[in-house]
């Protein structure tokens, strides 16, 4: 089971950014799946889950901001971020829906 | 939301003691489903997060059995049997019984 994060960089105050988590070595439509946050020195944040049948659930400080989605075709889940906060600052991991299994983290820093 | 309360914050511990670290819940953990979802992770040093322990008490494949877990309802406990070098880092509790939720972590370090 491999999970890879991409996406993450480098954007402004109220701008936008799409993260990509790419999985493999698993039937990926057949499992939830999680995106989870860890701002600089701090502890883990969970974000938004997606189950199976695309059923979605978010966290209250990034409702109404955040999109999470996944397309089964290409095993990969996705998380649009929008209208994006300093404190949005993080690493962001993906996992799927027992916690077994995680990504290395992607880097996002929103500064101007 | 569920607030998981942690402690202690750190642990200081030798090699070989014994320590535990305790996960309380703002509201019971127990899903109508008869399962009660809660976890614990060791997030090492540059490391995402590994999981130990599911549904309060099942050990995860390849993790060493010096690791348990127990509880019910609103407390649980995360046991290590003779802390090895390699257990050092930060441990958090997560529920997903509601909408998930992690505990602010515990940091084991050598004392």
Known sequence: ???????????????SLKLSCSASGFTFSSYGM????QAPGKGLDWVAYISSSSG????????GRFTIS??????????QLNSLKSEDTAIYYCARRRWEYWGQGVMVTVSS | DVVLTQTPPTLSATIGQSVSISC???????HSNGNTYLNWLLQRPGQPPQLLIYLVSRLESGVP?????SGSGTDFT????????????VY?????????????GTKLELK
């Open chain 1, 1 to 15: 089971v491999q999970l890879v994060e991409s996406g993450g960089g480098l954007v402004q105050p109220g701008k």
């Open chain 1, 34 to 37: 999680h995106w989870i946050r």
């Open chain 1, 56 to 63: 979605t659930v978010y966290a209250d400080a990034v409702k």
């Open chain 1, 70 to 79: 996944r397309d089964n075709a290409k095993n990969t889940l996705y998380l």
């Open chain 2, 24 to 30: 309380r819940s703002s509201q019971s953990l127990l």
């Open chain 2, 65 to 69: 059995n010096r690791f348990s877990g």
């Open chain 2, 78 to 89: 995360l046991k290590i049997s003779g802390v090895e070098a390699e257990d050092l880092g």
């Open chain 2, 92 to 104: 958090y509790c997560v529920q997903s019984t509601h909408a998930d939720t992690f505990g602010a």
